[in-house]
């Protein structure tokens, strides 16, 4: 236990100065794929610039590579090389996992499933519920309502956003937990512009639904 309660100290002060670059990377991978996540989901101007068929595959195109590469930044910023931090609540509870020899409070595991496991059902339902196909290239061909998607306009964000605290505190990610309100920034800036799309295709389908369902928070029902 006192060995494992040292090796977690180690990691918890890490000096910045031994930060991976691989951290600065993700997070400018993060940000600079917002362009092209914003031009996928333009699907008209594409249709219109290029025609309906080589429009369509410009988009899907666009949308795969913005998607994962908006994913791929994403979890760059969790595991890269950072300080950890401490939660002053039972220090002294650790589990130990040999194979990799990383070691996680108990209070960190303990509150980062109660953020990632949500999340999770959020995220995979909002896939099961629009199919991969939609997830990854961001063109719907209906307004869904059902589902997760009764509950919030955009529940694969959300549940990506709950993850995101989450795997912070599993890590004690103390740089990846200080970047939270610069993401929640870009998943609302995303969240919107899809919505603005949506709503030239669909119309006032779309605008119904909109006005009945929350975008990211869910409501507090009675």
């Not at 990383?102 to 499933?113: D, E, G, H, Q, V």
């Amino acid at each position: 236990m006192a060995r494992a309660r040292t090796n977690y100290l180690q990691r918890a002060h890490l000096a910045s100065d031994n930060m991976c670059t691989g951290f600065l990377i993700s997070v400018l991978g993060l940000v600079g794929i917002k362009p092209f996540y914003f031009l996928s989901v333009e699907h008209q101007k594409l249709q219109g610039r290029y025609g309906k068929e080589k429009g369509t595959h410009i988009g899907e195109i666009l949308g795969i590579i913005s998607g994962w590469g908006f994913f791929t930044s994403w979890i760059g910023i969790w595991i890269s090389p950072q300080p950890g931090f401490t939660i002053p609540v039972f220090q002294d509870f650790l589990i130990m996992i040999p194979v990799i020899n990383f070691t996680i409070p108990l209070f960190n595991l303990a509150a980062s499933l109660l953020l990632i496991l949500p999340g999770s059902w959020l995220a995979i339902n909002g896939v099961k519920e629009t199919t991969l196909k939609v997830a990854e290239t961001h063109r719907p061909k209906t307004v869904v309502t059902t589902g997760v998607y009764s509950i919030v306009r955009h529940p694969q964000y959300l549940g990506g956003l709950l993850a995101h605290l989450g795997i912070s505190i599993l890590l004690s990610a103390f740089y990846s937990l200080l970047l939270t309100p610069m993401i929640i920034a870009l998943v609302y800036l995303i969240s919107r512009k899809e919505e603005k799309e949506i709503l030239r295709e669909f119309g006032k389908e779309y605008e119904d639904y909109r006005d009945k369902v929350p975008m990211l928070i869910p409501k507090l029902k009675s």
